[in-house]
């Protein structure tokens, strides 16, 4: 079955700048930004500016060009945020996919979440 991609997610609109968001960094083909509700002092989303819903959708069928300049755009927020594990106190990555990684917006972002020591993995489902 093919993904469906939702162009009313909330992300979308934010791509097309009908909701504002608090940009951290802007490339071609990524956009990061503040999420509207951190759960640590840092707290980053990262999406890509093409139509994917999940990481798996973007990692089999984005282009060379958006898997480079996304992955890179992670290694960058990471600086700008200062959670680089090599000069800082290291971070969170979480991309949640479908029912049971508990997906909110159906367009693929990851968490980046740091300035806090992180609680377990995962924790028991509520
Ligand atoms: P998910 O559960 O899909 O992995 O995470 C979705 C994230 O998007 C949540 O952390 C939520 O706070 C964030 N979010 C939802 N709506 C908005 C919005 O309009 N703006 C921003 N910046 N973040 C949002």
């Known amino acids: 079955m093919a993904y469906a991609y ?3 997610n909330i992300f979308a609109k934010i791509l097309r700048g009908e909701i504002p968001n608090t940009t951290v960094l802007e490339t071609e083909h990524t956009l990061a930004f503040r999420d509207i509700e951190p ?14 819903v999940s990481y798996d959708h973007f990692a089999a069928t984005a282009s060379d060009a958006e898997i480079i300049d996304y992955t890179r755009a992670i290694a960058k927020v990471c600086e ?16 949640n996919a479908g029912v049971h990684g508990v997906q909110d ?18 924790p028991p489902a509520t």
């Open 80 to 95: 700008i945020e200062g959670v680089k594990p090599d000069s800082a106190e290291g971070y969170r990555l979480i991309s």
């Open 105 to 122: 917006v159906p367009h693929l972002h990851v968490h980046i979440l740091g300035g806090r020591r992180m609680g377990r993995m995962v």
């Open 39 to 52: 759960q640590a002092p840092v707290h980053v989303l990262i999406i890509p500016k093409g139509a994917y």
């Open 6 to 8: 939702d162009d009313q």
